[in-house]
């Protein structure tokens, strides 16, 4: 007699996500940034049975920061996502390949978990008020917020960073702390919530490690083993910490001065 297996934990957690109010205004870059709220021990109550994931899309994303982790959570026992833009027109990456909406800002379901994707635009997406009012309403009601590689600064300007630990890109991670986080090396960083990954790969990650959290790990073990995710590159060259230092400081030096003036903005309009 065989007993029958274990449920599969429920996608609920302890404390709410609250974003920190956000509104323009002229402010020194250094002010304090307030850290979010919590009600208590209130978790949202979701359909065990569905799980639905929201996917933003935003010209200039990195296609990859999307498809990858979507790959694996399409998979995840009743995933229901959608794919969700300001209009229903196709979106652009940055390579070319455009990516078709299935929903818009003001038709899109609430999502039980909030992908944000990174890439160049990410740095517009931050400053488009339609996006960030987009953010902030679906974290209210999400169980995961997450973000892969510079969607963190998306997150960053929806408050949703406010006294957390946070990664993204490494050559960008720095600048994190203009919202008030704690920018951490880490390919994964879970504070509460909000769940960020580093750049572009790390989103494969990220994406099992929350299918095991979904569905439970011999859920997202099988995920792994259907799209035969085991990498094993070429080349050791996929880490800040291993490349050359003078390439990586220079590197850094670039983002601040293309993207600094940018999350500045963006950093001012979530202080209150």
Not at 65 to 91: C, F, K, N, S
Not at 227 to 246: K, L, M, N, V
């Amino acid at each position: 007699m065989t007993s029958d297996p274990a449920p599969a934990p429920r996608h609920v957690r302890t404390v709410p996500v609250h974003p920190v109010g956000a509104e323009q205004v002229a402010v020194p870059l250094d002010t304090d940034v307030p850290e979010p709220v919590a009600d208590g021990d209130v978790a949202p109550e979701h359909d065990p049975a569905e799980v639905r994931i929201a996917f933003l899309l935003f010209p200039d994303l990195t296609q990859l920061d999307l498809t990858g982790p979507a790959q694996v959570l399409a998979r995840v026992p009743g995933a229901a996502v959608e794919y969700v833009a300001a209009t229903l027109d196709p979106v652009p990456s940055d390579c070319g390949l455009a990516l078709v909406p299935t929903a818009t800002f003001t038709s899109a379901r609430a999502a039980d978990v909030l992908v944000v994707p990174g890439g160049a635009g990410a740095f517009e997406a931050m400053l488009e008020p339609a996006v960030i009012e987009f953010v902030r309403r679906t974290a209210e009601q999400a169980t995961w917020v997450t973000s892969v590689c510079t969607g963190a600064f998306v997150l960053g300007a929806a408050g949703l960073l406010a006294g957390k630990r946070a990664t993204t890109h490494w050559a960008s991670k720095p600048m994190l702390a203009a919202f008030g986080a704690d920018p951490v090396e880490q390919r994964i960083v879970d504070d509460g919530a909000v769940v960020t990954a580093a750049g572009v790969s790390a989103g494969i990650d990220m994406a099992l490690w929350l299918a095991g959290e979904l569905a439970g790990q011999p859920a997202a073990e099988r995920i792994q083993l259907q799209i035969e995710y085991d990498p094993q590159p070429p080349f050791d060259a996929g880490s800040a910490e291993r490349a050359d230092a003078r390439l990586v400081t220079e590197a850094r030096a670039a983002a601040e001065d293309t993207r600094g003036d940018r999350v500045a903005r963006a950093a001012a309009a979530v202080i209150r």
